[in-house]
């Protein structure tokens, strides 16, 4: 069964700090990979989806990477700000049906 | 304006009765899925539809039930038989195979 770990689970920088969330699965055989922001009490924000085919996705100041053989996925943020403060999940699809095994998220503060 | 619909955002019930949650979607997506999320925990599946008349038990289904009578609209009904059914409940769709897009999601709170 796939599991999905994210490390550690919460995570404070100053503004203006490139970082990198990490996240990591047992099983490589994934048909894609998807990264999402969850603000509190709201639902989730699709970031980047990297196809199983794919090496990386960028949008804007963010960049995710994956890594098959190794089981790893990075979401790479550059020169983050106060307002990138939030959850984000890793997602791991298994199949065409899309079914999602999710981590349990890296809670990330930025400070001013 | 496209996009997904949760209702109600809040909902309170006794314990013992059922409780229907909606998700309505026009992205003409074909997939919709179900999810739940618990402090601390990663959501989990619950059911999921790929096509009209057609669903999937996921990983939690026990004391769930879900309908999928028409592409826009995936009902997922709460039962009594649910032990612990107080938790945040995400509704999903997509296109087969592509990036799945989340509803602002229903918090049931049962006592």
């Known amino acids: 069964k796939q599991e999905v770990t994210q490390i550690p689970a919460a995570l404070s920088v100053p503004e203006g700090e490139n970082l990198v969330l990490n996240c990591s699965f047992t099983?490589?055989?994934?048909?894609?990979l998807q990264w999402f922001r969850q603000d509190p009490g709201k639902g989730l924000t699709s970031l980047l989806l990297?196809?199983?085919?794919?090496r990386e996705q960028t949008s804007g100041r963010l960049n995710a990477s994956l890594d098959k053989s190794s089981g790893r996925s990075t979401l790479y943020i550059a020169a983050s700000q106060p307002g990138d403060s939030a959850t984000y999940l890793c997602?791991?699809?298994?199949?065409?049906?899309?079914?999602?095994?999710f981590g349990k998220g890296i809670t990330l503060s930025v400070r001013p | 304006d496209g996009g997904i619909t949760q209702s109600p955002k809040y909902l309170f019930r006794k314990e013992g009765q059922n409780v229907t949650l909606s998700c309505e979607q026009n992205?003409?997506?074909?997939?919709m899925y179900w999810y739940r999320q618990d402090p601390g925990q990663g959501l989990r599946l619950i059911y999921y539809?790929?096509?009209?008349?057609?669903?999937q038990k996921g990983d939690i289904a026990e004391g769930y039930s879900v309908s999928r009578e028409k592409k826009e609209s995936f009902p997922l009904t709460v039962t009594s038989a649910q032990k612990n059914p107080t938790a945040f409940y995400l509704c999903?769709?997509?296109?087969?195979?592509?990036?799945?897009?989340f509803g602002p999601g229903t918090r049931l709170t049962v006592t």
């Open positions: 990297i196809q199983s085919s794919q």
């Open positions: 997602a791991v699809g298994d199949g065409a049906n899309s079914k999602l095994t």
């Open positions: 539809s790929q096509i009209v008349n057609d669903f």
């Open positions: 999903a769709s997509s296109t087969t195979g592509e990036e799945q897009y």
């Open positions: 992205l003409n997506h074909d997939a």
């Open positions: 099983d490589s055989a994934i048909y894609n």
